[in-house]
T-cell receptor, first 110, second 116 residues
Framework: SQQGEEDPQALSIQEGENATMNCSYKTSINNLQWYRQNSGRGLVHLILIRSNEREKHSGRLRVTLDTSKKSSSLLITASRAADTASYFCAGKTSYDKVIFGPGTSLSVIP | DTEVTQTPKHLVMGMTNKKSLKCEQHMGHRAMYWYKQKAKKPPELMFVYSYEKLSINESVPSRFSPECPNSSLLNLHLHALQPEDSALYLC???????????????FGDGTRLSIL
């Protein structure tokens, strides 16, 4: 089963544009995390937003969380070719267990 | 370079072989994880160790046997695997949950496993 569902599944943009990815989840969470995975590599943690937070920034990343709609969005501003990767949201359903959404594949064209 | 080291990076084995995947971290994390990831899919949780004790087994077939010899090491012993077990196996570590709140996970680059 999947805790998160990302939208869109694939996104292609020009360098310099903003990229927005959305994540919806089914059960209550205490936090939601976003990860990036470059081709052939492991996942890298990007940002964690707690259930009592609505928005969080980290560099070019902006994450929002709407617990009433059970949804989150990740915005990458001024995208670069190096941002090309798969992006996953992840939420916790029970103690120690984190489930990842299906992911969004982002392509940034130079 | 990642702070979680997995070896080997690639492994090809027959269905009758026995092999082990290794994972090491020196960040003082007390939670460690094994995930299986198929191409273009998200990681699927297999096992979780918390303070060197197995806390979650996601109904993984017994041909996969995890082991946590100490707080820095995590092994995954493989025996009599099937072709459908071919995948990227990822190890991760994190601080133990604090008041039930899970902490960010640090991933290795994985072992790409092919079963002939």
């Amino acid at each position: 089963s999947q805790q998160g569902e990302e939208d869109p599944q694939a996104l292609s943009i020009q360098e310099g544009e903003n990229a927005t990815m959305n994540c919806s989840y089914k059960t209550s969470i205490n936090n939601l995390q976003w990860y990036r995975q470059n081709s052939g590599r492991g996942l890298v943690h990007l940002i964690l937003i707690r259930s009592n937070e609505r928005e969080k920034h980290s560099g070019r990343l902006r994450v929002t969380l709407d617990t009433s709609k059970k949804s989150s969005s990740l915005l990458i501003t001024a995208s670069r070719a190096a941002d090309t990767a798969s992006y996953f949201c992840a939420g916790k359903t029970s103690y120690d267990k984190v489930i990842f959404g299906p992911g969004t594949s982002l392509s940034v064209i130079p | 370079d990642t702070e979680v080291t997995q070896t080997p990076k690639h492994l090809v084995m027959g269905m009758t072989n026995k092999k082990s995947l290794k994972c090491e971290q020196h960040m003082g994390h007390r939670a460690m994880y094994w995930y299986k990831q198929k191409a273009k899919k998200p990681p699927e949780l297999m096992f979780v160790y918390s303070y060197e004790k197995l806390s979650i087994n996601e109904s993984v077939p017994s041909r996969f046997s995890p082991e946590c010899p100490n707080s820095s090491l995590l092994n995954l012993h493989l025996h009599a695997l099937q072709p459908e077990d071919s995948a990227l196996y990822l190890c991760a570590s994190s601080q133990a949950p604090i008041r039930g709140i899970n902490q960010p996970q640090h991933f290795g680059d994985g072992t790409r496993l092919s079963i002939l």
